[in-house]
C-alpha cells in the first residue's frame, strides 16, 4: 500500500492509503470520541459520533465519519470546528433522549458538555451501536444476534425473537455491550440457582492455582474458535504469537513406576429426597451451588442472593443431607459440620440474615475445629439439635419472616418446630464416584460396600493397596477434610519416590508359571485371574504369566485342566514332600 | 422449436420484417391497457367482454385483442385504443364493450359517451394522439407501452426492439459504448442523476471479478409508479439496456431488484427474461459474438431503504437491507465487493434508445445539463393523474397545467412536491394575504419580494436542486388551497420514519424528533424556538446522516419552512391551520347558507349535527372531531373551516341571518 500524507487538526501525518482516519488520529494522540467503534471489526459508523470534517484544501468541505474514512493523499481533517461540535453533539443529544442516561452516554455528555436533552430523556438501554449483533456476526461467527425491525422501532433480537439454536453461550454480546442492554445472567430478572455454572465464562484460563505447567490453555468446551471457526481474537492480540489452535487431545502411553489414586468425591443428589423440595423450590440449594454463589467471580459477584434477585431474611443449614442416613449414606462424611459452620460465618459476613443450623451430632473433631463452633455461636446463629424433617412453602402468617417453613424436631427442648426462611442450604453427603468400581477394576484394587477404594490394612497400611505400587490419597479412599488429604498425599507420594529410588523391584520367589508344552490354550486360566497376571499369547496360542503380577494365590494352578500350570516353591512334589517331613 | 436462438442480426431482421408484415396487414387491433391503474379500474373484465362481443359478431378473425403496459392516463382508466385509426375510449366498462364492436369496429361510428372531452375547452377529441395529456409529452421510452404486449418478445421485435443490442455487439466495442453514452448525457434516473456513462467507465476500469450489472426496480416513493409501469409495459427494453450496458462494463451476471409488491412486474419481467434467454438475447454467445450474460431476477420484501444502492446489495446478498458508507463507491466495491453498476429501470431504458439513434440525436432533447426525456408520475390534486414523459426543461406549469389539467373543481393551485419523500416542497402561487399582527412583533415575515413563484422553473436535476428539492425518481405530487404545508411535511416525515433503517443515529433519532415538533405545531402547542431547532436538527441530519435517504430526509421540512414560513408561524403564533387540515386547529360550522338538506346529518360519524330538513343545521362543536365528512359533501359550501373555537360565533350568526329557503312550488299551490 502506498504511503499518503494527510493532516488532522494541522498535524501532519504519513499513513497508508485507505486506511482509517481514527487510526491516524490515534497515533497523533487525537481523541475522536466513538460509540459503535471496535477495533477488531469492521466499522459500522452507525452512531455519528466520531463526525469529523474533512476538506481538501480547494473548498471542497464534508462531515464524515472518521472510523470509516479511508485516508487519500492530502486529505486535511479537522475535528473541532463548530460544524463538527454541534454534529456530535445534537447526535448524542438525540441519542440520549432516547436512551436512559447509561453511564457511556453520561460519560460522553460532560466530555462535550451536552446538558440534559431538549427532548426529554428516554428511558431505552439500548444505543443500536450493533456491536452485539456484530460480534456474533464477524468475530463469534455464531449469528445468533440481529437487528429486527426498522426505524424507530429497531431493536437487537435473536431471529423471531425465539430462544437460538445458534446462540453459543459465549457472552461475547453481553461483555461488548457498552450499557448493559444485554446481560448474561439475568434470565426474566431471575438469577437461576441452577445455572450458576453458566457465567461468563472465559475459555482461556490457567486451570487452577500453581497449576504444572503454569500456562493458559483454551478449554474447547468454551473457546469461539472451536465452536464457530471464528473469533481468534487472542492470536489477533497476542504479541508473542503463542495461540496454537491445533493443539488436541492425546492418547500418550507412559512408563511408570507408581500410580497414586486421587479421583476424589461426587455429591450427593439430594432431589429423590423429596421431603426437603431440592429442585421444587427454587431457593433450597445444595451446598456445592451455596459454594459456587459465594465465589467472587459467581453471577452475582459473590452475594448471597435469592432466586428473585433480594437478599434473604433467613437461611436454614440442614447438615446430614444422604449421610448418617439408613436409607442412603450410613456413613459420617466428616466435613460437613465445618463447613457449615463456615457457610453460618459467610452469610453472617455478608448479610444480616438469620442463620438456623440443624445438626444430628456437632462433630468438630479437628484442631482448632472446636474453637470456630464456640466462635459462631458468638456470633449469633441459632443452633438446633435435630435433623431437618421437612422443607414446605411458608403459610402466609409467615411471610413477613420467610418463603419457606422448615419442620423439624428440636431434641434438646423436645419440641416440634417450624422455621420460616427464604433459603435452605442442604449439606449433602460426599459419595464415592459413580465409576469408582471401573477404576478399581482397573487398577486391580476393590471398593467397599460404599464404593470407596479399600486400603491395605485399615490401621497398617492406609495409604498402600493390595496392587504393589498403587497408592491412595484423599477422599477417594473415604471421606476426609482438606488437613487429612493433603497429610494422605504426601504419604502416597513420599511411598511412590521409595519405589522409584529404589529403581528395581525385589520380587517375591514364589509365583505361577505355564509350561508351554502342556498348555492347551484353553484360557481357563486367564479369567479366573484375580490379579490380571495372566494374558493370552495369540500367535503362540498359549496363556503367559506375568511374574511380576503374579501373587502366587494358585488359583490358576488349581484350575489348570492339563496341569500345565506349576506354582514356583508350591509344586505337587514339594507339597507331598513337605507333607510326608510333617508326618514323618 | 428447439433453437430459437438468434445467431446474427440477420435473423433478426427477417423475423422482424415478417413480423411488420403481419401487423401491416390491415387488422384492426383493439389495445386495453392492463397496467395496475386500469386492472384495478377492471380492464380485465372489458377484455373478456371484448372477447365476448367479437365472438358474438364473428369478428374474431379480423380483430384483434392486445393487452398492454400502462399507457399513462390512469385517471381516465380502463383504457382502449382502436388501432390503426387511435380511436380513444376512457373509463370502458365491460358493458361497452360490445357497443364499441358493434359501432365502431362494424360502422366506424363513434361512441360519443365514451370519448374525452376536454375539461376546460368542452372539446370532444377522438384521437389519442390529440389529447392534450399526450400530445404535450415526448413519450421515447413510454411510447412502447400502448403498442405491444407486454408478454410477447415477438411485438418488441416487430417494434424494433434488439435492434440497438445487435448494433452494440457486432458493431461497437465496449468503450465505444460508454463513449456514447457518454456523449448523449443520460444521467441515472433514479434520484442522484450521475452521470451513467462516467459511471460505467469507473466500473468497466475498475479492478476485480467479476463485476456485477444491477436493475434497481425497488420503486418505493409514495405516489411513484413510473419504474412499475415500465417493467410491466415494456420489460424487454429493460433488458435491452442492460444487457448493452452489461456489454461495454463487462459483465456476465446481472440482476433486477423487484419490489414484490409488483407482482404484475415481476410476473412480466420472469416472462421476457425466460423469452430473451430462449432467443438468444441473454445466456451465452449473444448474437453469435463471444459476449455471455444473464439476468437473475431477485424480489426485494419491499423496504423503502432497500432502494438505496448499498442497502439493495446488501438486500441481494441475503443481508439486512441496511446501507453503508459509500467512501468506498459500488463500482470500486459494490455486491459482493467486487465492482457493481446499479442503474435504475428508467436508465436502463433509456439505454437501446441511445444506442439506436445515437447520442447526438439523444442529446438534443432536454437542456444543457440535463438530456433526454423523464417520467413523472403526476398525483395529488391534480385533474390527469398518471404518468407523463416529458423532455428535461419543461416547466413545471406545462406539466401541472397543460398536461396534468391543474387542480380539481377549480381549486386554486399551491404547491407541488418532487422527488419522493425526501424531495422538496415548491412552488408559492398563493400567498396568505392576512398577516397577523403578532407575526409582525416577531419580525418573522419574509419582504413579499423573496416570495418566488417556481412555476416556470425548468425541470431538471440542477434546476431542482438549487431550489431546496430534487429530480428523484420523479413522483410529483400536486397541492391545492387544501393542502397544509406543516401537515404535508409531517406526512412525509411519517413516511420517512417509518421507512428508516434505523441504522444511524441522525435519521433514527432525528426523524423521530422532527415529527414530534411536526406534530406539535400542527396541534397548536408550537413554540417560536421550534423553527430554529427544526432547522438545526435538519443540518446535523444533512451532515451526518449515513446515506442519502437520511441526508435528504429533512428536505421536505426545509423546503416548507422556505416556503411556505407564514404557514408555520400561523400555526405557532396564531394557533391557526389556514387550510383547514390540522384536526387540532380547526372547527367546523355551519352558516346561514344552509338549505337544510340533510346530508351532511347523515355522514356525521359522533352525531354532531344537530337539525331536521329544511331548517338551519348546527354542529354540535363538543361533539364534532373534524373529521371533514360534511364538508367534503357539502354541496353549498355552508360548511366551513375556521380557527378553533370561532364555531360558536359563526352559527350564532348564522342563526340570526337563516331564513327558510323559498319554497317555490308551495308558493305556487298557495
Given at each position: ?584 | 422449436m428447439n433453437n430459437n436462438k438468434f445467431t446474427s442480426p440477420e435473423d433478426l431482421?427477417?423475423l ?137 418478445i415477438?411485438?418488441?421485435i416487430?417494434?424494433?426492439?434488439y435492434?440497438?443490442l445487435a ?107 425466460d423469452a430473451a434467454r430462449e432467443h438468444g438475447f441473454l445466456g451465452d454467445n449473444i448474437f453469435g459474438s463471444?459476449?455471455n ?378
Open positions: 500500500m502506498e504511503k499518503v500524507s494527510i493532516t488532522i487538526d494541522g498535524k501532519p501525518i504519513e499513513v497508508e492509503e485507505g486506511s482509517y482516519v481514527l487510526q491516524a488520529a490515534e497515533e497523533l494522540g487525537i481523541k475522536i470520541p466513538t460509540l459503535c467503534y471496535y477495533e477488531h471489526m469492521t466499522p459500522y459508523a452507525a452512531c455519528r459520533i466520531c463526525s469529523v470534517e474533512a476538506r481538501d484544501g480547494k473548498g471542497w468541505t464534508k462531515i464524515v465519519t472518521a472510523c470509516n474514512y479511508p485516508a487519500w493523499d492530502g486529505l486535511q481533517i479537522f475535528t473541532d470546528t463548530p460544524r463538527v461540535i454541534t454534529a456530535r453533539k445534537v447526535n448524542l443529544e438525540m441519542l440520549m433522549s432516547h436512551c436512559a442516561p447509561a453511564p457511556v452516554l453520561q460519560e460522553l455528555a460532560d466530555e462535550l458538555g451536552v446538558k440534559e436533552p431538549r427532548w426529554g430523556i428516554g428511558t431505552d438501554t439500548c444505543i443500536m451501536c450493533g456491536l452485539c449483533v456484530r460480534i456474533c456476526d464477524e468475530v463469534v461467527g455464531a449469528h445468533a444476534l440481529t437487528f429486527s425491525s426498522r426505524g424507530i422501532d429497531r431493536e437487537v433480537s435473536t431471529p423471531f425473537k425465539l430462544e437460538s439454536e445458534d446462540c453459543i453461550l459465549c457472552g461475547a454480546c453481553a461483555r461488548y455491550c457498552p450499557t448493559g442492554h444485554i446481560r448474561m445472567t439475568d434470565t426474566n430478572g431471575r438469577i437461576l440457582h441452577s445455572e450458576l455454572t453458566l457465567g461468563p465464562n472465559t475459555a482461556i484460563s490457567i486451570p487452577f492455582r500453581q497449576a504444572i505447567p503454569n500456562a493458559p490453555r483454551i478449554d474447547p468446551d468454551y473457546c469461539i474458535h472451536m465452536a464457530t471457526g471464528g473469533c481468534k481474537l487472542c492470536s489477533k492480540v497476542c504479541p508473542k504469537e503463542c495461540i496454537n489452535y491445533e493443539d488436541k487431545d492425546e492418547f500418550e502411553e507412559l512408563e511408570i513406576g507408581a500410580i497414586i489414586i486421587a479421583t476424589g468425591f461426587q455429591d450427593f443428589d439430594p432431589t429423590p429426597m423429596q421431603q426437603f423440595g431440592y429442585g421444587k423450590y427454587p431457593n433450597v440449594l445444595s451446598s456445592i451451588e451455596f459454594e459456587q454463589m459465594n465465589n467472587a467471580a459467581s453471577p452475582t459477584d459473590g452475594k448471597i442472593l435469592m432466586e428473585n434477585g433480594e437478599e434473604p431474611r433467613s437461611i436454614a443449614i440442614l447438615h446430614c443431607i444422604g449421610s448418617r442416613d439408613e436409607d442412603h449414606h450410613k456413613y459420617c462424611s466428616r466435613v460437613c459440620c465445618m463447613y457449615a459452620l463456615k457457610f453460618a460465618h459467610l452469610v453472617k459476613e455478608k448479610t444480616n440474615a438469620e442463620v438456623y443450623q440443624l445438626y444430628i451430632d456437632m462433630r468438630t473433631f479437628g484442631k482448632g475445629y472446636e474453637e470456630f463452633y464456640q466462635r459462631i455461636l458468638t456470633e449469633g446463629v441459632n443452633v438446633i439439635r435435630g435433623k431437618g424433617g421437612e422443607i414446605v412453602p411458608a403459610p402466609p402468617e409467615y411471610s413477613s419472616e420467610g418463603n419457606l417453613l422448615v419442620r423439624c424436631e428440636d431434641t434438646l427442648i423436645g419440641k416440634f418446630r417450624e422455621i420460616p426462611v427464604d433459603m435452605v442450604i442442604l449439606c449433602t453427603a460426599l459419595e464415592a464416584r459413580g465409576d469408582a468400581e471401573d477404576i478399581a477394576r482397573k487398577f486391580n484394587i476393590s471398593t467397599g460396600a460404599d464404593g470407596w477404594f479399600i486400603e491395605a490394612h485399615p490401621k497398617l497400611a492406609p495409604v498402600s493397596t493390595t496392587t504393589e505400587g498403587v497408592f491412595l490419597a484423599g477422599v477417594c479412599q473415604g471421606p476426609k477434610d482438606i488437613p487429612d488429604t493433603v497429610a494422605q498425599g504426601t504419604a502416597a507420594a513420599a511411598h511412590s519416590i521409595r519405589l522409584l529410588n529404589m529403581g528395581e523391584v525385589l520380587m517375591d520367589a514364589a509365583y505361577a508359571e505355564i509350561v508351554e508344552e502342556f498348555c492347551s490354550g484353553c484360557r481357563i486360566c486367564n479369567g479366573l485371574c484375580p490379579y490380571n497376571a495372566i494374558t493370552f499369547d495369540e500367535e503362540k496360542k498359549v496363556s503367559e504369566i506375568n511374574s511380576a503380577l503374579c501373587k502366587a494365590c494358585g488359583t490358576c494352578v488349581a484350575a489348570c485342566p492339563t496341569g500345565a500350570i506349576k506354582a514356583r516353591h508350591f509344586t505337587d512334589d514339594q507339597i507331598y514332600a513337605q507333607i510326608e517331613g510333617i508326618l514323618a | 431482421n427477417r422482424r420484417e415478417r413480423l411488420v408484415k403481419q401487423r401491416e396487414e390491415g387488422r384492426i387491433i383493439i389495445t386495453v391497457c392492463a397496467g395496475t391503474g386500469c386492472l384495478a379500474c377492471g380492464c380485465e373484465a372489458v377484455t373478456a367482454a371484448f372477447r365476448e362481443a367479437l365472438k358474438e359478431n364473428q369478428l374474431e378473425d379480423k380483430v384483434e385483442i392486445r393487452t398492454t403496459g400502462c399507457h399513462g392516463f390512469c385517471e381516465r382508466g380502463p383504457l382502449v385504443v382502436l388501432r390503426p385509426e387511435g380511436t380513444f375510449y376512457q373509463r370502458v366498462k365491460p358493458a361497452d364493450a360490445k357497443l364499441i364492436v358493434e359501432q365502431t369496429i362494424k360502422h366506424g361510428k363513434l361512441v360519443n359517451k365514451l370519448l374525452y372531452r376536454d375539461p376546460q375547452t368542452k372539446e370532444v377529441i377522438v384521437k389519442e394522439d390529440d389529447i392534450p395529456f399526450y400530445s404535450k409529452q415526448m413519450r421515447l421510452i413510454f411510447g412502447m407501452n400502448g403498442h405491444m404486449d407486454p408478454t410477447s415477438n411485438d418488441y416487430a417494434l424494433g426492439g435492434q440497438a448494433k452494440a455487439l457486432l458493431t461497437m466495442t465496449p468503450e465505444q459504448v460508454i463513449d456514447e453514452v457518454k456523449k448523449s448525457g443520460l444521467r441515472g434516473r433514479g434520484g442522484g442523476g450521475y452521470h451513467a456513462g462516467k459511471k460505467w467507465a469507473s466500473c468497466r476500469r475498475a479492478k476485480g471479478e467479476p463485476k456485477y450489472v444491477i436493475c434497481n426496480a425497488d420503486e418505493g416513493d409514495p405516489g411513484a409508479f413510473m419504474d412499475r409501469s415500465l417493467l410491466e409495459g415494456n420489460p424487454h427494453g429493460v433488458i435491452e439496456g442492460m444487457v448493452i450496458g452489461a456489454f461495454a462494463i463487462g459483465s456476465h451476471d446481472g440482476y433486477v431488484y423487484v419490489r414484490n409488491e409488483y407482482p404484475l412486474a415481476v410476473k412480466n419481467l420472469n416472462i421476457a427474461v463471444s459476449f450474460f444473464d439476468i437473475d431476477v431477485s424480489r426485494g420484501g419491499g423496504a423503502f431503504v432497500c432502494g438505496e444502492s448499498t442497502a439493495l446489495m446488501a438486500s441481494l446478498e441475503g443481508k439486512i437491507g441496511e446501507p453503508r458508507a459509500k467512501y468506498v463507491h459500488t463500482v470500486d466495491a459494490g455486491l459482493w465487493d467486487k465492482p457493481s453498476n446499479l442503474n435504475n429501470v428508467e436508465t436502463w431504458a433509456n439505454v437501446p434508445l441511445i444506442i439506436e439513434k445515437g447520442a447526438d440525436w439523444y442529446s438534443r432533447i432536454g437542456t444543457a445539463s440535463s438530456k433526454g426525456t423523464k417520467v413523472f408520475a403526476l398525483t395529488g390534486k391534480i385533474n390527469n393523474t398518471g404518468l407523463v414523459e416529458v423532455p428535461m426543461g419543461i416547466t413545471l406549469r406545462e406539466i401541472i397545467f397543460d398536461i396534468g389539467g391543474g387542480p380539481p373543481k377549480g381549486k386554486k393551485f399551491k404547491a407541488v412536491q418532487t422527488g419522493g419523500p425526501s424531495g422538496g416542497t415548491l412552488v408559492v402561487e398563493t400567498r396568505e394575504p392576512k398577516v397577523h399582527e403578532s407575526l409582525v412583533a416577531h419580525g418573522d415575515i419574509r419582504d413579499e419580494e423573496e416570495v418566488v413563484s417556481l412555476l416556470d422553473l425548468p425541470v431538471d436535476f440542477d434546476e431542482l436542486t438549487k431550489v431546496g428539492s430534487m429530480m428523484g425518481s420523479g413522483g410529483m405530487i400536486v397541492m391545492d388551497q387544501d393542502s397544509c404545508m406543516v401537515d404535508v411535511a409531517k406526512y412525509f416525515l411519517n413516511f420517512l420514519q417509518e421507512e428508516s433503517c434505523g441504522k444511524c443515529t441522525p435519521c433514527r433519532e432525528g426523524l423521530r424528533i422532527t415529527l414530534e415538533i411536526l406534530t406539535r405545531i400542527s396541534e397548536g402547542k408550537g413554540q417560536m424556538e421550534d423553527l430554529d431547532t427544526l432547522e438545526e436538527i435538519s443540518q446535523v441530519m444533512i451532515d451526518t446522516c449515513l446515506c442519502q435517504l437520511g441526508g435528504s430526509a429533512p428536505n421536505p421540512v426545509l423546503s416548507t419552512i422556505r416556503y411556505f414560513r407564514q404557514e408555520y408561524l400561523a400555526h405557532i403564533v396564531e394557533k391557526r391551520c389556514p387550510a383547514g387540515v390540522c384536526k387540532e386547529l380547526v372547527s367546523h360550522a355551519i352558516d346561514e347558507t344552509c338549505t337544510g338538506c340533510h346530508v351532511c346529518f347523515s355522514v356525521c360519524p359522533t352525531n354532531a349535527i344537530i337539525g331536521q330538513t329544511k331548517t338551519l343545521h348546527v354542529i354540535d362543536q363538543d361533539a364534532c372531531i373534524q373529521c371533514g365528512a360534511c364538508y367534503q359533501l357539502c354541496r353549498f359550501d355552508s360548511i366551513k373551516r375556521v380557527k378553533r373555537g370561532e364555531g360558536d360565533a359563526i352559527q350564532y350568526v348564522a342563526k340570526e341571518k337563516w331564513h327558510p329557503p323559498v319554497k317555490k312550488k308551495a308558493a305556487a299551490v298557495a
